[in-house]
């Protein structure tokens, strides 16, 4: 299994990225998606998950109507929209993947991808 996120960089305060996360040698549309983030010194904490049909999702309440998770089970991706991002947004993101039902627990997630890093700064 792998997944593979791509889309970080160095943005202003205020601006937008949209993180992806391409899965592979796993059966994607059966899997819960979930994005977290650790920021340098602090614990990974986590920023939502979508459910297998992409009907629902949720946030934590740090980045709620600021940022949107999607996905295409079509082309077994994951994508996290950010935006408005603030300073306290930079961190390291990383995608998972769970079997389990919903969760806000990294321990349940069974596979990880390296993460991307996104740097929101002036």
């Known amino acids: 299994v792998q997944l593979q996120a791509s889309g970080g960089g160095l943005v202003q305060p205020g601006g937008s990225l949209r993180l992806s996360c391409a899965a592979s040698?796993?059966?994607?549309?059966?899997?819960?998606m979930g994005w977290f983030r650790q920021a340098p010194g602090k614990e990974r904490e986590f920023v939502g998950t979508i459910m297998q049909s992409a009907a629902v999702t949720y946030y934590a309440e740090s980045v709620k109507g600021r940022f949107t998770i999607s996905r295409d089970n079509a082309k077994n991706s994951v994508y996290l929209q950010m935006n408005s991002l603030k300073p306290e947004d930079t961190a390291v993101y990383y995608c998972?993947?769970?079997?389990?039902?919903?969760?806000?627990?990294?321990?349940?997630?069974?596979?990880w991808g390296q993460g991307t890093q996104v740097t929101v700064s002036s």
């Open positions: 998972a993947a769970t079997t389990w039902a919903y969760t806000r627990d990294a321990s349940k997630y069974q596979y």
């Open positions: 040698r796993l059966t994607f549309r059966n899997y819960i």
